[in-house]
């Protein structure tokens, strides 16, 4: 090989920077100790300390200082040091790289002070940034427009907002990088109209111009307030500018609109995208997948599989999130095998995402297993598990698993958020633990110091309502510290229905009317309690009022997936294909259950009907038909796994107890508030729902 000069080795060194390769500078580094020896100027010695830090080996990079006189090391050698270790977040290190730095009387320059503040800024240290900047202004370095970037940022995000402003006015100059972080910044600090104000100030005042990191950050601002129509001003601005074309900005658009709910617009974006990254598609997919539109999302993630993107960690967990809220475990299953294969199912977030749809899809063992398979877990997790638990109606695994959450310690240690007290008060509820649930909820305050929300009081109020305790329950919406919302009212509503408390349902619906009077669904549970009561005359009054304001009431159904096509039925349907084998069916559960002792309970019938026609009323419930096509259309012995839209009746609930034993099948039903998961007669709810 011929003899090579300091500066082309110095360029091997770099190249193994560039390409993030280890094994390529250990070789650059034996071509230098070839070519010159061990003893080295200053110039490769700073090379070298340079490329290990910057490839996070920071002991040899300090090998290699430690064998650098000191009279070769000056301040580009220190700031090489303490660059790569702020690249590699090694930011204890900084701090004493630049003490021995200081040390040896070596000053600080203009590059070696942006590495500084972002130190302190990662080390939320605001008190050492405002010592770095008394530096930077006694050595005279403050007025350049990185350096004071950099410290702008650095009181940004440590929140010193004076600091920050004061800095920002007293710029000599502002770089559109500086613009950048003045407006990205607004937006981390949750002020999304102070980043739209210094985004029109720019435009105004300043000669830098806009690029594309600052029409994002400016999504993100419209983003965060639901500004639309400022969103679409900005479109208009890309579009007479001619820079639509930008795909970064692209993606942007297609986050804001979604965020918007704007959903269309998201659509024409991507539609009209002449390339796509893999950002375009998860872009996408999160936008259904947040506007839940879960079928789409699913279509989009198939889409970017055939158009050959990698499946990212944020797209698993994305499209993870879409087949849980579609309770479809099959396509739950297929992605998780795609996590697998990409490597990246032990990722905190595919992880927690695994969790949370085995369990919103019913299948808790499922959900156990990718829970203690994590190698880490974080609250979301946790929060996961324990809300499986309480859909399943298993309250004890879920106040086990709070309590042990509650008591780990080290790096798994834990509070409980706002979340979690809302799956375990869940769980009181559907396990009937009003003592333990009303103790859980007095500690969220006087002991995690968290102020109960209206989910936490919807749960209390279900939990007491289903306990048969109406009236504690109407009392402690009456001493609320602010005003009961729809789902609050709600629970009362159903509590009445349940316990035949006409005169506070009446209340409780009295006021769901004027808090959604167009919704059906509070109208006909109110009917629904006079009918069950026997009250006919007020159960019609109340349908007949739906029918003079124009109130329709939704259509219930219930819908099984088979080789992974849906099959959706509604009460009495008889549209089916095979509804001549489904019809055969009923009759032959139906015999075989009276025989086996079922009786049916026609107080579930809503219309004033004779024994007989009141029968055959409450048998063709929509989710019975699904379930007889699930036994033909499924093979013996797969669990038969059917979703309703409204809360399964209690004729229902008997009846597919008893076809759980008579056919040898696990059957599960997800209602519109839990699941259900039936077997040899028995329900995982106890009977308590």
């Known amino acids: 090989m011929p003899f090579l000069s300091p500066k082309s080795l110095a360029s091997l060194l770099e190249s193994a920077v560039s390409a993030h390769s280890s094994l390529l500078g250990r070789a650059a580094h034996a071509q230098v100790i070839k070519t010159l020896g061990l003893a080295l100027d200053a110039f ?96 005279f370095f403050i007025d350049d427009v990185f350096v004071a970037c950099s410290a702008f940022d650095m009181y940004s995000k440590t929140g010193f907002l004076t600091e920050a402003s004061k800095m920002f006015d007293e710029m000599s100059y502002r770089n559109i990088a500086t613009w950048n972080a003045c407006i990205s910044n607004a937006v981390l600090n949750a002020n999304p109209r102070e980043a739209i104000r210094k985004f029109v100030q720019l435009l105004r005042d300043s000669e830098a111009a806009p690029n594309s990191i600052t029409f994002c950050a400016y999504l993100n601002a419209c983003s965060d307030g639901a500004l639309l129509m400022q969103g679409q001003q900005l479109h208009g601005y890309l579009i007479k500018g001619g820079h639509e074309a930008d795909i970064s900005v692209l993606n942007g658009l297609i986050d804001f609109y979604g965020k918007c709910q704007q959903v269309g617009f998201s659509e024409k974006v991507f539609d009209k995208m002449s390339e796509r990254n893999g950002v375009s598609w998860c872009s996408m997919l999160v936008v259904y997948e947040q506007n839940d539109i879960g079928e789409k999302a699913c279509e989009v993630f198939l889409q970017a599989r055939r158009a050959g993107v990698e499946p990212s960690d944020f797209m698993v967990s994305s499209v993870l999130s879409a087949c849980a809220g579609l309770a479809t475990l099959e396509a739950g299953r297929v992605v998780h095998g795609l996590a697998v294969k990409a490597c990246i199912d032990e990722n905190i977030f595919v992880g927690s995402a695994l969790v949370d749809m085995y369990g919103k899809c019913g299948s808790i063992e499922d959900c156990e297993r990718a829970f203690f398979m994590m190698p880490r877990r974080n609250l ?107 789902s609050i009212w709600g629970a009362l509503l159903g509590a009445c229905k349940m316990h035949s408390k006409s005169e506070l349902g009446k209340i409780a619906a009295e006021n769901l009317f004027e808090l959604d009077p167009q919704d059906s669904g509070n109208h006909v549970l109110l009917s629904n309690m006079f009918a069950a009561a026997g009250q006919w005359d007020e159960a019609n009054l109340v349908r007949k009022e739906m029918k003079d304001v124009g109130i329709k009431k939704g259509a219930g159904c219930s819908w099984i997936s088979v080789k992974n096509c849906i099959h959706v039925f509604q009460a009495k349907d008889t549209s089916h294909s095979r509804n001549y084998e489904i019809q055969a069916m009923l009759a032959k559960l139906r015999k075989d259950m009276k025989a086996a002792g079922y009786i049916p309970d026609t107080k579930l019938a809503l219309y004033d009907l004779e024994d007989e026609e009141k029968e055959l009323e409450v048998w063709n419930h929509s989710e019975k038909i699904a379930l007889a096509f699930g036994l033909i259309a499924l093979p013996p012995g797969v669990p038969i796994r059917i979703t309703k839209n409204l809360r399964v009746c209690v004729d229902c609930h008997s009846a597919i107890k008893f076809i759980s034993r008579i056919v040898h099948r696990e059957i599960i039903v997800r209602d519109n508030n839990r699941f259900h998961r039936f077997m040899d007669n028995q329900c995982s709810c106890g009977d308590y729902w």
Request: aromatic share 10%; net charge neutral; with cysteine.
């Open 44 to 139: 490769l010695s700073n090379h070298l300390i340079n490329m290990y830090s910057k490839l996070d080996r920071p002991e040899t990079a300090q090998t290699i200082l430690s064998l650098t006189s000191p009279h070769f090391r000056s301040v580009v050698t220190w700031t090489s040091l303490i660059s790569g270790n702020v690249q590699n977040g090694h930011f204890a290190s900084v701090l004493s790289c630049f003490s021995s730095m200081r040390q040896e009387c070596i000053q600080p320059n203009d590059f070696t002070f942006p590495c500084l503040f972002k130190a302190a800024t990662s080390l939320h240290s605001p008190i050492l940034g405002q010592q770095f900047h008394g530096l930077a202004i006694k050595l």
């Open 380 to 486: 979301i997790c946790w929060n996961a598990l324990i809300g499986g638990y309480a859909h399943q109606g298993l309250a004890d695994m879920a106040l086990k698993l709070f309590k042990e959450m509650t008591n780990c310690t080290g790096s798994e240690g834990l509070l409980p958020n706002y979340v979690t007290f809302v799956c375990v008060l869940t769980a009181c509820s559907r396990g009937g633990m009003v003592n333990v649930g009303m103790n859980i909820f007095e500690s969220m305050r006087g002991k995690y110091g968290i102020s109960p929300g209206a989910e936490h009081y919807a749960c209390i109020v279900d939990m007491l309502g289903r306990a048969g305790q109406v009236e504690h329950a109407y009392q402690v919406i009456s001493q609320m510290p602010f005003r009961p919302t729809i």
